[in-house]
């Protein structure tokens, strides 16, 4: 595995101001498919891991079953009943997206998410890691009002 922080933030510079940016650094990991990447072991620090997955609505299945298959439900991924998960269902495109919102320690982020990777259906999960004090119920998702992509990660971040 390598790592590469980009503590010049060069690629975020592109869509947030300086001075948001202060607070932030990007980090890239790259990997085999066959390696397996922990969190608790790249990272050396305490927090939070806040899992965002999120699927679009399904046609073909009827509005309730529809809306019972959540994200987390479609991806088979089950929490015990101590974890914070937070649903919020917002319109992309005049489509229904069903959001799944997971705090985690960093030990319960690699667990949940073992089988995601950038190699398969990763492309609907993001994950902040973030201070231990703040929690999942801390956070706005007026960012998720917005029907632009790139404004909709730009609102995103600066929360």
């Not at 667990?111 to 929690?135: C, G, H, P, W, Y």
Request: a negative charge.
């Amino acid at each position: 595995m390598k790592y590469y922080a980009d503590v010049n933030n060069e690629y975020l510079a592109e869509y947030l101001d300086s001075e948001i940016l202060d607070h932030f650094t990007s980090s890239w990991f790259f990997y085999d498919k066959s390696e397996e990447f922990r969190l608790a072991e790249v990272l050396d620090m305490d927090g939070n891991v806040l899992s965002f997955l999120w699927e679009y609505s399904d046609g073909t299945l009827l509005e309730k079953i529809d809306q019972w298959k959540r994200a987390l439900k479609r991806n088979h991924i089950e929490f015990s009943s101590d974890v914070k998960i937070r649903h919020q269902d917002y319109l992309c495109s005049e489509k229904k997206v069903y959001l799944d919102i997971v705090e985690t320690d960093f030990k319960g982020a690699d667990e949940a998410f073992k089988d995601f990777s950038a190699f398969n259906i990763a492309r609907n999960l993001t994950q902040f890691i973030v201070d231990e004090n703040m929690q999942i119920d801390d956070l706005n998702l007026n960012f998720l009002d917005v029907d632009d992509p790139l404004i909709r990660f730009t609102n995103c971040i600066k929360w």
